[in-house]
């Protein structure tokens, strides 16, 4: 079972998705694929799926996107996200080993400090034009905060505030 934890929006935010539409911003895409739950959902009563411990492979990608009109009504009503991260994500997840987490190099960018990665390589991906940095989840940094995580992380130098630095 493949699921997108953005794509359906609930209906109650459907005002404010209205308000960004047209929008351009940073979002982040996840997918999550329970190993083997189609094939055991059609064999199982729905109750004895909640019983068994199925394997997941979750990809995550950070990226611009713009949002669009809502499409559809009620619960099935949808934001049009036009980006080419959410599909990013869904291959990133086709990546990833059962039970692991692999993120794309925007993602590693903006949570290095706070996760400790295995770095994949650089992977082709199909509908994705160029070659992707590939990064796996290992687990969570042992940092105090996350003020203490970003120290440690590559932050984008600030530039033409000399005199503010000079000040400090």
């Known amino acids: 079972m493949r699921q997108s934890l953005i794509w359906r929006q609930p209906s109650w ?20 694929d329970l190993i083997g739950s189609t094939a055991l959902s059609q064999k199982l009563d ?4 909640r019983e ?3 394997a997941v492979r979750v990809g995550i990608a950070t990226g611009l996107v ?4 809502l499409i559809g009504e009620g619960a099935s009503q949808e934001s049009a996200v036009v980006s080419d991260t ?15 987490i692999v993120v794309s190099s925007a993602t590693h960018r903006l949570t290095t400090g706070r996760f400790l990665f295995n770095e ?3 992977h082709s991906l199909k509908g994705i034009e160029l070659p992707v940095d590939v990064c796996q989840v290992l687990e969570q940094s042992r940092q105090e905060s996350r003020f203490n995580a970003s120290v440690n992380a590559d932050l984008t ?12």
Not at 18 to 31: H, K, L, P, T
Not at 90 to 97: C, G, H, K, V
């Open 46 to 49: 729905p109750e004895d799926m």
């Open 66 to 69: 713009v949002v669009g009109d």
């Open 52 to 54: 068994i411990n199925l």
């Open 13 to 32: 935010r459907a005002l404010e998705w209205n308000r960004i539409a047209g929008m351009q911003g940073v979002a982040v895409f996840s997918f999550c």
């Open 86 to 100: 959410p599909k990013l994500a869904a291959r990133l997840q086709d990546l990833a080993q059962a039970n692991t």
């Open 157 to 168: 130098p600030l530039m033409g505030r000399e005199e503010e630095i000079a000040s400090l």
């Open 120 to 122: 994949l390589g650089v």
